[in-house]
């Protein structure tokens, strides 16, 4: 699983190769402890316009389906399992119309111990951002008007995957790791073949897990009310 990640960059640094067109007025600043339902930026390709536009937008993370009678539905749906997206009614049509990157710096993940829960931060040995496969959805609040600026609401999914090598020992779950090539296609709103390409992006993930780092870092990352740079730090196992 991800339940809690780095975003130590913004706008054009954060999103880099992916080419974005647009970005977002009021994006997040950046965190060192982004926990569910807080604000984050994510990559989507705009299918309403002609040819799709490539945006970098703010997002609530927790996925909210349109179908939802109340927002908080989305602090259970922060990940996904990639492998059932189709079995479950809150990802299935996102899965085909609105499909999204989450860039990031890295990620925390806790490994169980004898001696109790150790967070490790993993993140790429280059420094270079890392891509999340995600899903995105629009609800609409009923309790607002038609011209109210917060009547939408912008959420999002990040996608699982089993974990491997190193990762594995870990944790049994990692997010879905995406290459700038896989999230090209990830993104393109006109694609018909989505299985085949979540199925590729699949495939390669273990490549690019085996590129990435990881080390013991501070269980003050614990508490989401810790938010600085030495919260990724490494500090005696």
Same mark, same amino acid.
């Given at each position: 699983?991800?339940?809690?990640?780095?975003?130590?960059?913004?706008? !054009?640094?954060?999103?880099?190769? &992916?080419?974005?067109?647009?970005?977002?007025?009021?994006?997040?600043?950046?965190?060192?402890?982004?926990?569910?339902?807080?604000?984050?930026?994510?990559?989507?390709?705009?299918?309403?316009?002609?040819?799709?536009?490539?945006?970098? +937008?703010?997002?609530?993370?927790?996925?909210?389906?349109?179908?939802?009678?109340?927002? /908080?539905? #989305?602090?259970?749906?922060?990940?996904?399992?990639? +492998?059932? &997206? +189709?079995?479950?009614?809150?990802?299935?049509?996102?899965?085909?119309?609105?499909?999204?990157?989450?860039?990031?710096?890295?990620?925390? +993940?806790? /490994?169980?111990?004898?001696?109790?829960?150790?967070?490790?931060?993993?993140?790429?040995?280059?420094?270079?951002?890392?891509?999340?496969?995600?899903?995105?959805?629009?609800?609409?609040?009923?309790? &607002?008007?038609?011209?109210?600026?917060?009547?939408?609401?912008? !959420?999002?999914?990040?996608?699982?995957?089993?974990?491997?090598?190193? &990762?594995?020992?870990?944790?049994?779950?990692?997010?879905?790791?995406?290459?700038?090539?896989?999230?090209?296609?990830?993104?393109?709103?006109?694609?018909?073949?989505?299985?085949?390409?979540?199925?590729?992006?699949?495939?390669?993930?273990?490549?690019?897990?085996?590129?990435?780092?990881?080390?013991?870092? !501070?269980?003050?990352?614990?508490?989401?009310?810790?938010? #600085?740079?030495?919260?990724?730090?490494?500090?005696?196992?």
């Amino acid at each position: 699983m991800c339940g809690r990640f780095v975003v130590a960059n913004a706008g !054009s640094e954060l999103v880099g190769v &992916l080419r974005v067109d647009v970005e977002g007025d009021d994006l997040p600043a950046p965190s060192f402890n982004i926990a569910p339902t807080a604000p984050v930026a994510i990559v989507l390709d705009s299918a309403k316009e002609e040819p799709p536009v490539r945006r970098l +937008e703010t997002a609530r993370w927790g996925l909210v389906p349109s179908w939802a009678k109340d927002p /908080k539905i #989305g602090a259970r749906a922060f990940n996904a399992r990639s +492998e059932e &997206l +189709e079995d479950k009614p809150m990802f299935r049509g996102a899965l085909h119309k609105r499909r999204a990157i989450i860039p990031a710096t890295g990620y925390y +993940e806790w /490994k169980t111990t004898p001696d109790g829960k150790i967070p490790h931060f993993i993140h790429p040995a280059d420094e270079q951002p890392m891509f999340f496969a995600g899903l995105y959805e629009w609800w609409k609040n009923p309790a &607002l008007g038609e011209d109210d600026p917060d009547r939408w609401l912008l !959420s999002f999914t990040i996608l699982t995957r089993d974990s491997i090598g190193r &990762l594995g020992s870990i944790h049994d779950r990692m997010p879905l790791f995406m290459d700038p090539d896989h999230a090209d296609a990830w993104l393109d709103p006109t694609t018909d073949n989505v299985r085949d390409v979540l199925d590729a992006a699949h495939d390669a993930a273990p490549a690019i897990a085996d590129t990435l780092d990881d080390h013991v870092v !501070s269980k003050a990352v614990g508490n989401v009310r810790n938010n #600085g740079p030495e919260l990724i730090e490494p500090v005696e196992d």
